[in-house]
Nanobody, 124 residues
């Protein structure tokens, strides 16, 4: 069982920045790929970014490339999502997730554990 605790959400104006954190329990964190997803009201949950267990491979959805950066600190069992140049369309609940394999994936079905979500609101 892996537990995830997200933090760092909030409200910002367009063009601003936020950094989300997700702390995971477990002694084999570096073996797990991690992902961030988001869900806006009335929409399906969508992939945002993923990172392999080693941190050497990352994936992003096209709409956030160049603005968001996923990273991890395996010593702290934490994954981060740095979000810059935020837009109103980035408004959503953001979820981190664990894939108990080291290979990152964009598929929500590939993840085994999910956090509770943190709200990000971007105003124009």
């Amino acid at each position: 069982q892996v537990q995830l605790v997200e933090s760092g959400g909030g409200s910002v104006q367009a063009g601003g920045s936020l950094r989300l954190s997700c702390a995971a329990s477990g002694r084999t964190f570096s073996s797990y790929a991690m992902g961030w997803f988001r869900q806006a009201p009335g929409k399906e949950r969508e992939f945002v970014a993923a990172i392999s267990g080693s941190g050497g491979t990352t994936y992003y959805t096209d709409s956030v490339k160049g603005r968001f950066t996923i990273s991890r600190d395996n010593a702290k069992n934490t994954v981060y999502l740095q979000m810059n140049s935020l837009k109103p369309e980035d408004t959503a609940v953001y979820y981190c997730a664990v894939d108990t394999s080291p290979i990152a994936t964009r598929r929500a079905g590939g993840y085994d554990y999910w956090g509770q979500g943190t709200q990000v609101t971007v105003s124009s």
